[in-house]
């Protein structure tokens, strides 16, 4: 045999031998790529589900933060209310103590028959 022969010969079988290998090995990486690829789809859809938890617990937030802001308003708005309601009863008890004690001093004996009646004590 010739030597050029002997190395067609080799190069054949290396050819011929070769593409089962290679496509044993491809077959692995395609395999390894394919679950990279779900495992990656997997990671995908769990992030989606943390940011949707994420943006619904923001979103509850939001609306816990605007209802204290409205609550402290109706707060602030029902405490001036009643300030205004206690400056009007001390108004009115004012009122009613110089009407009770004008109807006294105009009354016949005035002041005088004030002095002279001894106070009530309750006991009870």
Do not use: F
Not at 13 to 30: D, F, G, M, W
Not at 93 to 117: I, K, R
Request: charged letters at 20%.
């Amino acid at each position: 045999m010739r030597p050029w022969c002997l190395v067609s010969l080799i190069t054949i079988a290396v050819v011929l031998v070769a593409p089962p290998l290679r496509n044993t090995q491809l077959k692995s990486e395609l395999s390894q790529l394919h679950a990279q690829h779900v495992d990656v789809l997997q990671n995908q859809e769990n992030l989606k589900e943390t940011i949707n938890c994420y943006d619904q617990q923001y979103s509850t937030y939001e609306r816990t933060l605007q209802r204290i802001t409205d609550l402290e308003k109706e707060l602030s708005v029902a405490n001036n209310q009643y300030a205004h309601y206690k400056e009007l009863e001390q108004l009115q008890d004012t009122v009613h103590t110089e009407n009770l004690y004008q109807e006294l001093v105009g009354s016949p004996g005035g002041l005088s028959m004030l002095y002279q009646q001894p106070l009530s004590t309750n006991k009870d």
